[in-house]
């Protein structure tokens, strides 16, 4: 099975609880590698540029809002079958409907506050990286 990496943040809801270390034992535990990682307070030009693909939706408001309410730790995950490895730690979109033991299972509080991103694709994923990582940044 093929390395890669993926994208994933740890959402401000999270970062304000002090759970930046419990989120990333669960990554690491399952076998992912933090092989890049910073803590950005972003900007709302930022976050709308980053969520630009749900500018259309109901919910952007919002989320822009709560991207920009505090730090979000910004991380490159490294791994087997990293992206969909990433997806299934985290747990599904609404805390409510995830299964035990994930991240949003765990520690999410809503839809809306749901503790983590990660990208879902290879093409995001390499986009995700580059808008927040440059190449000198990831060790891997
Ligand atoms: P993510 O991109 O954050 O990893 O999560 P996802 O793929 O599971 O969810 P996606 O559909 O891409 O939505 C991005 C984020 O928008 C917020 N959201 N709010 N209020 C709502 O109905 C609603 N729907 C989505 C979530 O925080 C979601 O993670
Ligand atoms: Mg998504």
Known sequence: ????RTFSMIKPDATRRNLTGAITKMLEDAGLSVVASKRVWM????????Y?????RPFFGELVDTMT???TVVQVLQGENAIAKNR???GATNPE???EG????????????????GSDAPETAAAEIAYWFSDTEIVG
Do not use: Q, W, Y
């Not at 900007?43 to 980053?50: D, K, Q, T, V, Y």
């Not at 994930?102 to 809503?110: D, G, M, V, Y």
């Open 52 to 56: 630009a693909v749900h500018k259309e």
């Open 43 to 50: 900007s709302r030009r930022e976050a709308e540029g980053f």
């Open 1 to 4: 099975m093929a390395i890669e």
């Open 88 to 90: 299934e730690v985290m």
């Open 102 to 117: 994930t991240i949003r299972k765990t520690h999410a509080l809503s839809i809306g506050e749901n503790s983590v991103h």
């Open 69 to 71: 309410s505090g730090p």
């Open 97 to 99: 409907s995830a299964d």
